[in-house]
Each structure stands twice: as structure tokens, then as C-alpha cells.
């Protein structure tokens, strides 16, 4: 550890493991001229190896202990250090194409993907430590108990894989939990079906907001039964039943019967 405690206020836990290190490199498979960016390089575990096949890559971090030591521990031609929360850093002042990788805070994970997920068009794309149970969220299928708005909120932006399972006893101080590696590779902007993306959001919400109840109760305000036939849904289903194509289909539907609204408002 190097003299440096971990902070629970930052949700600090060190990878330590070599193996799982290696692997996890291994999945990234950096090109020197990458344009790279870790989130919470910590005590280096990934800083270091990474380094040694990166002609240069950024770095953001919070701790300024740690920030201390980045700037003591590593050429400084090669580093380029962002100090601060990467929930308000502007990955657009990093250049495209970018890749993102790092081990997420986990008190922070789903804020901090939801934010990468803006900048997505920028991205080539993103490996992440995160604790399991939130990458098997993200990873989930439809009808699956871990499948819910994690799920489709990033699916109909990313494609996602689990790559490589890391038990507690890889870090310092172990977790009380399981971590996953994952991979996220954003889909073109030209592929993605959703036309309104805040109206998606909130039909998406409404819909996993009481699991338990069926479509026709949490969309109500969205949907009469007509709409439900029309778009070819059973609204005796609940929102886990459906893939991100139906939600985005209520959606665009939603978006298309707003236009016609405002068109109409405006003669």
C-alpha cells in the first residue's frame, strides 16, 4: 500500500492482484498513439502498465495525496493529470476518438456511466471495474430478475460485455463484494432508434418505477389501450418483459403524437 490509506469517502479499494491486473490489460490491448483517459488511477496498478505501452495518458483524480503522488511517481511527459470528480469533468476537452478506462468508485458508478453516456460520440470505448451485481445489471436481458432501468438506459446506448470475474481478495482493503470487469462499446449515432431521448428517460422510469405492476398501470399517463395495440405490446406485461426496441418504440411513438400536438398548437 505504500503508506496510503484508502478513503471511504472516496470509495477507495486498490487493486493489487498481478494476474488479474495483466488480464485486465490484456482486454484493454493499448496502442501507444491511444488517446487514453483513467478514471481514479489510485496507487497505479493500471497507471503503471499502461504507461509502459502509451505514448501519454490522462489521468482524473480526486484524492490529492494521490495526486501528489502522480505527479512524483511518473515521467511527467507521459501523464497528463486532471484533478478533480470525473462526475463533472468535460471529457469533451480530451479529443476523439477516446478511450476510457478505470476502476469506478462504486458509491458512484451508475452517476458516473450515465455521464460518460453524454459524451458517448466521442468515445471509441470504455473498460470498467465495477462491482458484479451492477455489470450484470447492465449486461442484463429482458424477462432476467437483474434486468431493469440500468439495463436499458445504457443498452440503447452501448454494446456491453462482462469480460473477466475479480474476487474481494484482488484489492486492498476487500470489498464486501464481487467485481466484474466490462466492456462498453457505444453505438453509432446513426443506429440508435430513440428520437426523444428525455421522453425515452421518462418512460423508462415511469415503467420500472413499481416493478410489480403492469404496463398499463406505470404507463398510464403515456398509453391508452389502443396505443398498446397499435404498437403490438401486451400492456398486461410488466416493464421487465420488454427490450429497449419496445421502449423505444413507445417512445418515438409518444414523440411523433407530441409534434403533431405542438403542430397543431402553432396554426
Not at 472516496?10 to 501507444?32: H, S
Not at 453516456?117 to 432476467?144: C, G, K, W
Amino acid at each position: 500500500m505504500n503508506g496510503h490509506k484508502a478513503k471511504k469517502s472516496f470509495g477507495q479499494n486498490f487493486l493489487v492482484d498481478q494476474n488479474i491486473i495483466a488480464d485486465i490489460v490484456r482486454a484493454i490491448r493499448p496502442e501507444p498513439d491511444d488517446n487514453m483517459v483513467e478514471i481514479g488511477p489510485g496507487l497505479g496498478a493500471l497507471t503503471r502498465p499502461l504507461l509502459k505501452q502509451l505514448n501519454k495518458l490522462h489521468v482524473v483524480e480526486i484524492d490529492r495525496d494521490i495526486i501528489a503522488r502522480l505527479k512524483t511517481d511518473y515521467p511527467q511527459d507521459k501523464i497528463v493529470i486532471h484533478e478533480g470528480d470525473a462526475l463533472k469533468f468535460d471529457f469533451a476537452t480530451l479529443g476523439t476518438p477516446l478511450r476510457i478506462v478505470g476502476n469506478l468508485p462504486y458509491n458512484i458508478s451508475s452517476p458516473l456511466l450515465f455521464h460518460f453516456a453524454d459524451y458517448a460520440a466521442r468515445i471509441a470505448d470504455m473498460h470498467f471495474m465495477l462491482q458484479n451485481e451492477v455489470v450484470e445489471r447492465m449486461v442484463a436481458e429482458p424477462s432476467t430478475p437483474e434486468y431493469g432501468r440500468l439495463s436499458v438506459m445504457l443498452q440503447y446506448r452501448f454494446h456491453m460485455e462482462k469480460l473477466i470475474d475479480v474476487p474481494p481478495q484482488s484489492f486492498r482493503p476487500a470489498p464486501k463484494v464481487d467485481s466484474a470487469i466490462v466492456r462498453m462499446i457505444p453505438i453509432p449515432a446513426d443506429k440508435i432508434v430513440v428520437q426523444d431521448e428525455t421522453l425515452f428517460a421518462k418512460v423508462v422510469l415511469s415503467a420500472f418505477g413499481q416493478r410489480r405492476k403492469t404496463l398499463r398501470n406505470t404507463l398510464k399517463s403515456y398509453l391508452a389501450e389502443s396505443d398498446f395495440v397499435q404498437l403490438g405490446i401486451d400492456s398486461q406485461l410488466r416493464a421487465e418483459n420488454l427490450g429497449v426496441a419496445e421502449f423505444a418504440g413507445i417512445a418515438n411513438r409518444l414523440s411523433g403524437q407530441n409534434v403533431a400536438v405542438q403542430e397543431l398548437n402553432g396554426l
